[in-house]
Nanobody, 121 residues
Framework: QVQLVESGGGLVQPGGSLRLSCAASGSIFSINAMGWYRRAPGKQRELVARVVSGGNTNYADSVKERFTISRDNARNTVYLQMNTLKPEDTAVYYC???????????????WGQGTQVTVSS
């Protein structure tokens, strides 16, 4: 089986920074895209940032120039560096990965358990 374990959430003041990490473990042949989504109270889950195996990235407009996604392929880990945080960034952040467990497997989508990010003074 595959597990995604997130860490790095917490409480931070507006203008502060946090770094989220998500490590994939288990039976993994290859990982295609990895990304971060978030769900704020009363809102639908939305894509925050994504990085594909070739290194291309895309971001939600609301986080461009503030958040940076990166990936360590050797560690099957994806990071989200969040700077200049705003109260509207408050949400549960979920890690997402598109994983093949064998060379002939289909791509399955896995989710982490979520980590709370709260931006408040």
């Amino acid at each position: 089986q595959v597990q995604l374990v997130e860490s790095g959430g917490g409480l931070v003041q507006p203008g502060g920074s946090l770094r989220l990490s998500c490590a994939a473990s288990g039976s993994i042949f290859s990982i295609n895209a990895m990304g971060w989504y978030r769900r704020a109270p009363g809102k639908q889950r939305e894509l925050v940032a994504r990085v594909v195996s070739g290194g291309n990235t895309n971001y939600a407009d609301s986080v461009k120039e503030r958040f940076t996604i990166s990936r360590d392929n050797a560690r099957n880990t994806v990071y989200l560096q969040m700077n200049t945080l705003k109260p509207e960034d408050t949400a549960v952040y979920y890690c997402n990965a598109h994983i093949m467990q064998t060379p002939t497997d289909v791509i399955n989508i896995y989710w982490g358990q979520g980590t709370q990010v709260t931006v408040s003074s």
